[in-house]
């Protein structure tokens, strides 16, 4: 089965500091991965998704993210966090555009 | 143009209860989807529906069962509630095909189940 892990519950970062949060997965093929946003309260926003070709690549509100085969990952990257950026990020995985598998999220802190 | 709605917002049930949470899309896309939101535990899926009158099993559909009613709506029934139940509720879609399957969700569903 597949299964995506994101290590980091909860993380802070200072205003216009770069951010990083971590994502890897578990599946033999090639995913289809996603990262995805959640304000409190809302449901989910795409941020960007990876299907093929260019491993890095670029989402909405100046996010990106990059695949790294041999590591499993689709991190996902900022250069500068603005306070709305402030909400629980979740990364996804599928290959069937049937099921797909969500990380447990992480809570992003944006301190002033 | 809606995007995904569901019905109700938030809603109480005493165990044992039956209720039918609605969602619908106006995206005329044809796979939908159900999931559970837990604190810590993310997204979960209950049920899905690749095309219309299909529907298939997710992670986790003990006490749920789903109904896709035509290409718009998608419901998800509990038919006899348990606290285990309480959770936000999502319904989602997606066109299901190489050339766009990210999913929609919709703002979601609050159940308690005391």
């Known amino acids: 089965a597949q299964s995506v892990t994101q290590p980091d519950i909860h993380i802070t970062v200072s205003e216009g500091a770069s951010l990083e949060l971590r994502c890897n997965y578990s599946?033999?093929?090639?995913?289809?991965l996603f990262w995805y946003v959640q304000s409190p309260g809302q449901g989910l926003q795409l941020l960007l998704k990876y299907f093929s070709g260019d491993t890095l690549v670029q989402g909405i509100k100046g996010f990106e993210a990059e695949f790294k085969r041999s590591q499993s990952s689709f991190n996902l990257r900022k250069p500068s966090v603005h306070w709305s950026d402030a909400a629980e990020y979740f990364c996804a995985v599928t290959h069937n555009f049937n099921k797909f598998y969500f990380g447990s999220g992480t809570k992003l802190n944006v301190k002033p | 143009n809606a995007g995904v709605t569901q019905t109700p917002k938030f809603q109480v049930l005493k165990t044992g209860q039956s209720m039918t949470l609605q969602c619908a899309q106006d995206?005329?896309?044809?796979?939908m989807y159900w999931y559970r939101q837990d604190p810590g535990m993310g997204l979960r899926l209950i049920y899905y529906s690749a095309s219309e009158g299909t529907t298939d099993k997710g992670e986790v559909p003990n006490g749920y069962n789903v109904s896709r009613l035509n290409k718009r709506e998608f419901s998800l029934r509990l038919e006899s509630a348990a606290p285990s139940q309480t959770s936000v509720y999502f319904c989602?879609?997606?066109?299901?095909?190489?050339?766009?399957?990210?999913?929609?969700f919709g703002p979601g569903t609050r159940l308690t189940v005391t």
């Open positions: 989602a879609s997606s066109e299901g095909t190489a050339s766009g399957y990210e999913q929609y």
């Open positions: 599946y033999g093929a090639t995913p289809y």
């Open positions: 995206m005329n896309h044809n796979s």
